[in-house]
């Protein structure tokens, strides 16, 4: 009788095992679903981000579903290492996946009524549940993934070393905000790298492990800073940090250093959002090894771009400090306007019209219309306050207005678009689209295309110059018409001086280009026509479409950032057109590179014209003695007497009718830069030339931006250097003028 009793006591005690062995047994054979093959298990499948990187090594941004980066065991930390043992798995390097002693201190703990007996999930296991498994959707389906993360977790141990394991969880884990992964994570909420963690920065992380969600410290930082003493004390208890050290680090707040996961945030947006069209043809039209194409946001790619973060930065900064300042002074230009920005000989219909416009291309209405709703329901929407937030230089604005009324307020907005590129190398270094990517997405350096102006002037000069002109050829200051037959125009046309000034007196080439004065830059029109023009424009790069007709001369025509940053470029270049290219290679998630980028290049014109025209251009800069005129005058002279620069530069400001738009283009030996500033209608604009002049809207952003970057002595190559020019050249300007200083009194600056 004894002996039955003792068979049936050990059958009681051990059936449970027995049954748990019979179940595993069962699991392993796929009974209770497919388990991972050997090839799963050896390539885990992760989507990783795809990195966007600059010249110098920095992330710029990066394209995802998950932002996920990979880290190497070799870039975490120790202490973060500690943290997660101690707290996960103190025995993590003693099991084989499974901790036998935690998983019967848990059963017995369920059959005592001990909630608090501690869990017996293994590191491996929580691996193998986030690799392998789906959320369970009931009690029964969870017992039967325990099972098999228990069969997932013993393979995994036998083809990983327990360094791998734990780097394969880190680099897994979901901290929230965008932060998938311990770089990702590291650098979202202390803007570092996972090497350069705090002990208490590691515990924090750590401590998020048991739920993100709830522990989020941006949400709740008391739970947080709760959470993360425990990780400590854990620390503590198993010797991994002293009692003097838990108790000093016990009281700390957590410190954030947040840096939001978004394709708005970081450097270069715009040029961001430009590239993700670009890399997603590419992706379309290379395959991997296995015969799928890439995928721009799960396959890891690494996109080495040309861009210098230094410049990028000195770019935005440069934009933002002019155009803020600027903003202030356009406010301060409609006072007291009812209509304002527009004119007061708008038509409250025209007005009307315009605002109607930007609502019928808002995201909003798009939606609506998406979602059924008339157009006559969308307008009643729109005019109905909604809580919104705005864009201001002085920080973004909670507030409650009504979608059609936010649209007139970002009507008021002068925007403005940069690019600088190398000339000799083709590769742009600096891209801002716009003043804020959150707020205003379009882009205004190859997207946008306005209205140049008198930045196209050189390209004219040029041709002169290329035919034999000499820089010192005199043209008299008279009106230039173009007869309606021989040009096949609708009626005579004339342009005009800035002023209506026609002096008659005789004016050098030089000192033309200098002024933008219109009558010089028509005459050289007629000499060649328009189709000349056309002809160069194409041979720089310039692929917009373009009307031969005498009007060119005047730059009345549209175009990018972009491409007149390209074109300039061929003056710098010696006459050698250079594309503007962003990004250098391809590589895939392992360093293997997948294509390598080189620029094209076209021969435009002789290496004596681009030396010469570059000389003209300084002459926009330095300003032009005229011993006719008897003054110093350039429209671009403020880069002297205001921003004090002292080495050789050029450059050409532009400014279109009723200034709706205003250019600067600036070359140095090192760098050619294109600024635009405009409001997003042309119908918007300063009322005078004073403050809507190129000279004032978008040279000084050049003039911030080129300040910044001179500042930088770490900078290499970019530096003030003088141009590369023969002495015969400038024998050539040499127009008998008499020699004039450069004082700030006997600066002229011209319209």
Not at 264 to 289: I, M, S
Request: glycine share 8%.
């Amino acid at each position: 009788m004894n002996k039955i009793k003792t068979i049936f006591i050990w059958l009681f005690v051990t059936s449970p095992f027995l049954i748990l062995f019979f179940l595993v047994q069962l699991a392993s054979f796929g009974y209770f679903g497919e388990l991972p093959s050997f090839d799963q298990l050896e390539n885990p499948e992760n989507n990783l981000a795809t990195q966007i990187i600059s010249e110098d090594g920095e992330v710029l941004g990066k394209y995802f579903f998950e932002n996920r980066t990979k880290a190497k065991f070799s870039e975490l930390p120790e202490n973060l290492i500690e943290a997660l043992i101690s707290t996960e798995d103190i025995r993590f390097r003693d099991h084989s996946g499974v901790d036998v002693r935690a998983l019967l201190r848990a059963i017995f703990g369920v059959l005592m009524g001990n909630s608090n007996s501690g869990g017996a999930s293994t590191i491996t296991q929580q691996l193998a549940k986030m690799l392998f498994t789906q959320k369970p959707s009931s009690g029964l389906e969870r017992v039967m993934q325990k099972l098999k993360e228990w069969i997932i977790s013993a393979q995994l141990e036998k083809r990983y070393t327990k360094d791998e394991i734990l780097t394969m969880y880190l680099n897994r884990f979901d901290w929230v905000n965008n932060a998938v992964g311990i770089k990702s994570a590291s650098r979202v909420y202390f803007n570092k790298s996972p090497a350069d963690l705090k002990l208490e920065e590691s515990a924090m992380l750590v401590g998020m492990l048991k739920n993100p969600a709830l522990y989020n410290p941006n949400r709740r930082k008391e739970l947080a800073e709760s959470r993360r003493n425990v990780v400590l004390s854990q620390m503590n208890k198993y010797g991994f940090i002293t009692d003097s050290l838990y108790d000093a680090l016990l009281g700390q707040p957590i410190k954030l250093d947040f840096k939001q996961a978004s394709h708005n945030e970081g450097l270069a947006p715009y040029l961001r959002e430009y590239l993700r069209g670009e890399l997603k043809e590419w992706c379309l039209e290379h395959q991997k090894p296995d015969g799928t194409n890439y995928n721009l946001y799960t396959d890891g790619l690494k996109i080495h771009t040309t861009i210098n973060s230094r410049l990028q930065k000195f770019a935005e900064e440069g934009m933002k400090t002019h155009i803020s300042s600027l903003q202030g002074d356009f406010y301060r230009h409609w006072k007291g306007y009812s209509k304002a920005p527009y004119p007061d000989d708008f038509e409250w219909e025209q007005i009307n019209e315009i605002i109607d416009q930007g609502m019928r291309r808002s995201e909003r209405h798009r939606k609506l219309k998406a979602a059924g709703k008339s157009e006559q329901e969308i307008r009643k929407i729109f005019k109905k306050k909604v809580a919104m937030t705005l864009f201001s230089w002085n920080g973004e604005i909670d507030t409650v207005l009504s979608p059609r009324d936010s649209i007139w307020y970002n009507k008021y907005f002068l925007h403005s678009g940069m690019m600088s590129m190398d000339p000799k190398t083709g590769f742009v270094k600096a891209y801002v689209g716009g003043i804020n990517y959150k707020h205003f997405k379009y882009d205004h350096v190859v997207v946008g295309k306005r209205q140049v102006g008198s930045t196209f002037k050189p390209f004219l000069y040029s041709l002169a110059i290329q035919e034999g002109y000499s820089p010192c050829y005199e043209i008299p200051n008279v009106p230039v018409v173009f007869d309606k037959k021989r040009w096949q125009l609708e009626k005579d046309w004339m342009p005009k001086n800035s002023g209506n000034e026609f002096d008659e007196l005789s004016l050098t080439l030089k000192f033309g280009l200098a002024n933008s004065i219109n009558s010089v830059t028509a005459y050289i029109m007629k000499q060649f026509g328009p189709q000349a023009v056309v002809d160069l424009a194409r041979k720089i790069g310039i692929k917009s479409k373009i009307l031969a007709v005498p009007s060119l001369c005047l730059g009345t025509f549209d175009l990018s950032v972009y491409e007149m940053v390209g074109a300039y470029s061929t003056f710098v270049n010696k006459g050698v057109w250079i594309e503007p290219i962003f990004i250098t290679k391809i590589e895939d998630k392992n360093g293997v590179i997948l294509e390598k980028f080189t620029p094209k290049t076209q021969e435009a014109m002789s290496k004596e014209t681009a030396d010469l025209m570059v000389r003209l251009l300084q002459g926009v800069v330095d300003g032009v003695y005229s011993p006719s005129v008897g003054k110093t005058r350039g429209t671009g002279v403020r880069l002297r007497f205001k921003y004090g620069f002292e080495n050789e530069m050029g450059g050409k400001t532009g400014t279109t009718q009723n200034q709706s738009d205003g250019w600067f283009i600036g070359i140095t030996p090192n760098l050619v830069t294109g600024v635009w500033t405009g409001c997003e209608d042309r119908s918007a604009h300063f009322r005078d030339i004073y403050f809507g002049q190129g000279a004032n809207m978008a040279l000084p952003v050049f003039a911030e931006y080129l300040q910044r970057v001179y500042a930088d002595t770490n900078l290499t190559g970019i530096y003030p250097v003088d141009f590369d020019i023969p002495r015969s050249i400038d024998l050539k300007l040499d127009c008998g003028e008499a020699i004039q200083g450069k004082n700030n009194e006997e600066f002229e600056e011209e319209f």
